[in-house]
């Protein structure tokens, strides 16, 4: 290190492939000299002894300088003093490229994966049966304080996952009633039994289709919507602002969402069904020749009404679950936007899994209820 420069970032060789690097290795001390540094760093081989103890000061950038010159990995010969050390480490953990390499894969791998999926999920039960004991003690404590309701929060919750959501499910549902209804034709007008499609789109689409169909849309419109709005105040920290104001972020955050998503599912699912019963009576009259007044009359006969109950308790139970998974994970976003996007992106697969694991069980314990024999 020359006396006219004594902060200048120097290389030295040693002799016996030593390197010792001097001066401050900061940005602002590398803007300089910096091309020239990273060529002689990358001529020097893998197993040189290196020498950083007299570097007098190292930030990010120096440290991230020296770390590629590395190949991001520790060379086998080093002698570092603390300040350096702590610089490496921190950029080679934030890169995440301090952890050693993974091991090959053993037979017990697979095992342990196992493990730690179940429990993962396990954890995910434990904290969705705390959310919903949670709520229900908040709904009793405001059993007997009716002016204590989230009204406001409710009504606001109740127009964004409903009205909203009116014609993009009117939308779909006409399109998926005309689809199954043209693919139902070209086959029954094989057999000669055209009349058959009222039994078909009635049952399919009030018993199975409407529900499932709104709830696949809900999960990913409105359940994604859920699961941002609370990670982001998660992030910006205005849940433990509300904490620190005395306000229950469960009642004014979690309890509205729920309410106001149970109660409107099943509306959603009554009004997707009929639209989609309307495009499967226009394809049938086009494909068929079967008039609108023979399918209008048909349908009550053929579709006993304890399928439009069945379908509206569907909405009622598929419609809390999406809430209750949003929140859930909503609620588990840490304060970073990676763990928001992962944690948003989780919530709508689980609840649209949910919602097909349940409808498979309700199919079953349902199966003898409003089917004509």
Partial sequence: MSAAEPTAPQLELLGEGR??????????????????????????????????????????FGALVIWRAWGRTWPPHVALSPVVREALDRVAAARGESLPPQPRPRMTAALVLVGEGAFRLGRHATDFVALLGRIALDVMA????????????????????GVQAMPVAALVGFLIGV??????????????????????????????LGPVLVSVLVAGRSGSAMTAQIGVMRVTEEIDALRVMGVSPYVRLVLPKVVALTLAMPML???????????GMVTADLQLNLGYGFFIQTLPRVVPPSNLLLALVKGLIFGLLIALVACHFGLRVKPNTESLAAKTTASVVSAITLVILVDAVLAIVTRRVGVPY
């Fill in 142 to 161: 405001l059993a007997g304080q009716p002016g204590h309701w989230p009204l406001r929060e409710i009504t606001a919750n109740l127009y964004k996952v």
């Fill in 19 to 60: 390197v010792a690097l001097c001066g401050h290795w900061s940005h602002r001390d590398l803007t300089r000299s910096i091309a020239t540094l990273r060529r002689a760093l990358a001529r020097l081989p893998r197993d040189t002894h290196w020498d950083l103890t007299s570097i007098g000061r190292m930030d990010s």
């Fill in 179 to 208: 689809v199954l209804s043209y693919l139902s034709a070209l086959q029954l007008q094989t057999f000669g039994a055209d009349v058959f499609i009222v039994n078909i789109l009635g049952l399919g689409i009030i018993r199975e």
């Fill in 269 to 279: 699912v009554l009004w997707t069904s009929a639209v989609a019963l309307l495009g």
